[in-house]
């Protein structure tokens, strides 16, 4: 919206411009006022930014003191060289349309004003002339439709012009025709829950729609028979949804069983379990999306029965790459072999900074429960299972051999920097197979950003690949080091907003959080001085960074301080470091619970991807409950999950698979059923971007106009600014349900860890267990991690086996029993290895946790 102190003239009798022969500004209106039809131009005002507005590549939009406005190149020939637009405004034949907007021109032009057909032959209902002035005009034609096209598009043509010159406008307004089409979600009944269900010990809560204002009563029932009662909590109207809503805690219910229903104000929610183990599952599935997530190579059926595909970009026709790549014109004077990796998304784009957040959360997942074991070999059911590497870091390793194959080589121009992404030349269409996609590949330019994703996660996988594979391992190590230096060298080259053709841009100028956390991987791998001083000299290491809208490939400072607090290392200021996550945490803790959804997330418009902010968020309470051991932390993941899994406005789940009602329709160009039966939906356990404020797909637009926050979201293939998937939203799905699915409850004993000798290949340590119970333990193991490559080589007193970096300690027959009070002490002779050696924080005695 044009706010009115900038003193632009509005008064319509002196300004008013109309496609009259002859007329010229400032002549009276000889039209009678057109009737206050409907308002068909979405964001004619520029209150939620740019969206839907499109331009040509060779303009940017930007708002300027709340208009719309463009830098216009000069040097072009026809007008349509330069286009601004807006598609999808529905036009019905033989109605009268009024069309007005504002519009300045820097210095003064003549552009053009079409309403028109968006393909050829372009037909034009409107056309007209509009002499832009510095000062600015308001501009009003009217026009009769011929054609009912619900597809029309609405264009100022800007090009032609020897000079350059800027172009403003606001106030876009086409009204006439028919009201907009309302859609309506089928919401179900009133009573959100979670609908795959609620763990025996965490919370329950549910939501109720009511236009009540007084508690109401519930009924929770199973096989008929009521199991609890109770008052709802009355929260008023709730901003996300616009709903007035109610909220029911029955937490006091442990019972495990099948069929629980909820019954308030007249309604019964859909049916739910309480019962433990409901995240197992999740844990498998979210992390099997990333294998039919590959790029080069044949997604066998036989491993996932319907999702068999031939290898997509392997450099067999029609396909173009991704075996001998070029850059785009002009960047590089070399190809590389970019083969492999996951696809971002629905689209057949590799991008090195949702990639480089996507393997860092897997790898993470799997570092955190390391010593509980949870992720095995042969548990996601891939072509590596049975090579003695936990399927999820063979997993991950498919994606960090894309990254590492994205860098620089030696000898070339920003050698050590990585390229920001590959990706077509221009967008294709749905459905589309990868190996059909026959458009030209192509290498963007190096970015700050992408090189700094690289240093971080080959510093992360430098550890942990070390007890598996110590040659990979030490090439990460390599390659994140080069990288390191050539960011600090390159430390402002971002990636182009406008280079947005056939991928996303995933531009960001702001690389100072990924400094930070590349330092912070680079310092845990590494222990060395030059990245310690650099973590403790960051703004991002003592700042605020617990942003309501949570972490994403954009914002990476989380990482790395939460890297930091959760990894053991030497950190001076650790303890503060660990202090600024149940901070965090609180915060996250604090908006959802005083949202009636249970939402840890509660900005006024919702990102693009919401659900995975939601996410990250949750994250962030759980590495709180990891440090802490708060049960609180815990159950506020347990209660974002309500809300991922059905307890939110539109009363369903965003992963396809789980609950009644389900994301099934992810925009994809290969689980593309929505538009051909012939092909799968999305596997089990691929999560939906979910509601996106500024809907800026043609679907999101037609739909969802005027959406609040909650409902601006459609399971529809072609939505891909709401209903999107992709590697780097199922990553934290992923971290998540392993943490969920992974208890490991607090034990009755303590455990000192010391290392009394470190010599160049080799430490000595002394194990002491207690029992803080009451009760004997009779018969223990107990488990840690290494951080890196470090093996036991010699033992005493216990017995002692060791599987990747995690060594599990049993008991003799003569110290089998630790009385309470008691203690048993062992010892061995480790063998060095590269890094620091911290001792370890996690350990499990008789799988509880030991303080
Ligand atoms: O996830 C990205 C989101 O944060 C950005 O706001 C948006 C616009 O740049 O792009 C999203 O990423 C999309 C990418 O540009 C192209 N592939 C699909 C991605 C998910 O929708």
Redesign the pocket.
Known sequence: MRPSLKGTPRDQTTCLARPHPGRRPGDPDPLPASADGPEQIVNGTFDTGTAPWWSTGNTTLEIDGGRLCADVPGGTVNPWDVIIGQDNVALVKDETYEYSFFGIATPGRVARALVQLPVDPYTQFLSANPELSVSGNDYSYTFTSPVDLPTGQVVFQLGGSATPWRFCVDDVSLKGGAEPEVYRPDTGPRVRVNMVGYLPTGPKNATVVTEETEPVGWTLKRAGATVAQGDTTPRGVDPSSRQNVHSIDFGRVTTPGTGYTLEADGETSRPFDIGANLYEELRTDALKFYYTQRSGTPILDALRPGYGRPAGHVGTAPNQGDVEVPCQPGVCDYTLNVKGGWY????H?K?VV?GGISVHQLMAAFERSKTDGTHKDGDLNIPESGNGVPDILDEARWEQEFLLSMQVPDGKPYAGMAHHKIHDAAWTGLPLLPHLDPQRRELHPVSTAATLNLAATAAQASRLFTPYDAAFAARNLKAAREAWAAAKANPSRYADPAD?VG????NDDNVTDEFYWAAAELYIATGEKEFRDYVLASPHHTGDIWRERGF???NTAQLGRLQLASVPNALPDRDRVRRSVLEGADRYLAVARAHPYGLPYNPPDF???SNNLVLNNMVVMAVAHDISGEAEYRDGVLEGMDYIFGRNALNQSYVTGYGEVASKNQ?SRWYAHQLDPALPNPPRGTLS?GPNSSIQDPVAQAKLRGCAPQFCYIDDIES??TN?L?I?WNSPLAWISSFLATPAPAGVCTVTYTTHGQWPNGFNTQVTVTNTGTKAINGWTLKWSFLGGQKVRDHWSTDLTQSGATVTAANLGWNKTIKPGGSITFGFIGAEAPGPNPTPERFLLNGTRCR
């Not at 971002?344 to 689209?347: C, K, L, T, Y």
Request: glycine share 32%; proline share 0%; hydrophobic share 20%.
């Open positions: 971002d998304a629905g689209d784009g991008y949702n947005g991928g996303g841009a995933y994403d490939w954009g990102d693009w991807g925009h971007g891909w600014s999107e992709t780097n």
